[in-house]
Antibody, heavy 122, light 107 residues
Framework: QVQLVESGGGVVQPGRSLRLSCAASGFTFSTYGMHWVRQTPGKGLEWVAVISFDGSNRYSADSVKGRFTISRDNSKNTVYLQMNSLRAEDTAVYYC???????????????WGQGTLVTVSS | DIQMTQSPSSLSASVGDRVTITCRASQGITNFLAWFQQKPGKAPKPLIYAASSLQSGVPSKFSGSGSGTDFTLTISSLQPEDFATYYCQQYINYPFTFGPGTKVDIK
């Protein structure tokens, strides 16, 4: 069965960095794109970034562009989110999500991890 | 960015009720719309994709419809395990965007 397990969250001071990991199992990781989505009480669910199956294409939300970088290691079945220059407004639960393709070849989410909490506070 | 809105923001219903939630996109998204269910402290659970296709393992009491800008999620007979918050999400282009959610609680 598909499993996505996030790790790396914690409390970090503003301006510092943190790297999240998402370990995947139960599917052929190297053939699927992967996403990060975050959730805050105030702003709800916010899509953060996506990386293609082979890492050749990446897109991110304007709110994190230039600060967050998504990457993956297909030999380790893991996707990462490197978060630099963290701000208080980055405080959220971060989820990784696997994408699937619908009949029109558009990508939707079919599995989510349990999430990891990032708190940015001095 | 495509803005997603949902109505109502919350509703109270009884076990056995038929419940309908509406989602509207700020521009046409064809049928590239998904629905999720979320319970407190848990990750969102995918229910529907392509506006009306059930995710694997999701019971048929859930159904979705719509295209273009207006969509609905219907729960045919509400059960205790269905009390949760429901979100819609468009995936026609980046950034993917979510609705603000509809909380369904017990009357």
């Amino acid at each position: 069965q598909v499993q996505l397990v996030e790790s790396g969250g914690g409390v970090v001071q503003p301006g510092r960095s943190l790297r999240l990991s998402c370990a995947a199992s139960g599917f052929t990781f190297s053939t699927y794109g992967m996403h990060w989505v975050r959730q805050t009480p105030g702003k709800g669910l916010e899509w953060v970034a996506v990386i293609s199956f082979d890492g050749s294409n990446r897109y991110s939300a304007d709110s994190v562009k230039g600060r967050f970088t998504i990457s993956r290691d297909n030999s380790k079945n893991t996707v990462y989110l490197q978060m630099n220059s963290l701000r208080a407004e980055d405080t959220a639960v971060y989820y990784c999500a696997k994408e699937e393709y619908d009949s029109s070849a558009y990508r939707y989410f079919d599995y989510w991890g349990q999430g990891t909490l990032v708190t940015v506070s001095s | 960015d495509i803005q997603m809105t949902q109505s109502p923001s919350s509703l109270s219903a009884s076990v056995g009720d038929r419940v309908t939630i509406t989602c509207r996109a700020s521009q046409g998204i064809t049928n590239f719309l998904a629905w999720f269910q979320q319970k407190p402290g848990k990750a969102p659970k995918p229910l529907i994709y392509a506006a009306s296709s059930l995710q694997s393992g999701v019971p048929s009491k859930f159904s979705g419809s719509g295209s273009g800008t207006d969509f609905t999620l219907t729960i045919s007979s509400l059960q205790p395990e269905d009390f949760a918050t429901y979100y819609c999400q468009q995936y026609i282009n980046y950034p993917f965007t979510f609705g603000p959610g509809t909380k369904v609680d017990i009357k």
